[in-house]
């Protein structure tokens, strides 16, 4: 049974730091591409950060990019989200996702249930 769950989330101060972390389980991690998404309320899914099974290979979306460092442990079968300088609009619920195009053309096919980011003042 495939499971991802997150955690780390929290309630931090606009320029503060978070480290995410997502703990998996229940198929070989190293096989897959992960991806770290996130919503905002009310507004739809935002990807994030992709990195490929090795840890070699990273890509983040460019509203993030230089802030955010994603990074995996394959021995730990875990994922990371490291979050600095962190700004009022990085707040949502951030899921990790497992890469795996289905037949529907879906880029996902398991979620975590997410962790809550809230950067205020």
């Known amino acids: 049974q495939v499971q991802l769950v997150e955690s780390g989330g929290g309630l931090v101060q606009p320029g503060g730091s978070l480290r995410l972390s997502c703990a998996a389980s229940?198929?070989?991690?190293?096989?897959?591409?992960m991806s770290w998404v996130r919503q905002a309320p009310g507004k739809g899914l935002d990807w994030v950060s992709d990195i490929n099974k090795s840890g070699e290979y990273t890509y983040y979306a460019d509203s993030v990019k230089g802030r955010f460092t994603i990074s995996r442990d394959n021995a730990k079968n875990t994922l990371y989200l490291q979050m600095s300088s962190l700004k009022p609009e990085d707040s949502g619920l951030y899921s990790c996702?497992?890469?795996?195009?289905?037949?529907?053309?879906?880029?996902?096919?398991?979620w975590g249930q997410g962790t809550q980011v809230t950067v205020s003042s």
């Open positions: 996702a497992r890469v795996n195009y289905t037949d529907d053309g879906d880029k996902y096919d398991y």
């Open positions: 229940g198929f070989t991690f190293s096989s897959y591409s």
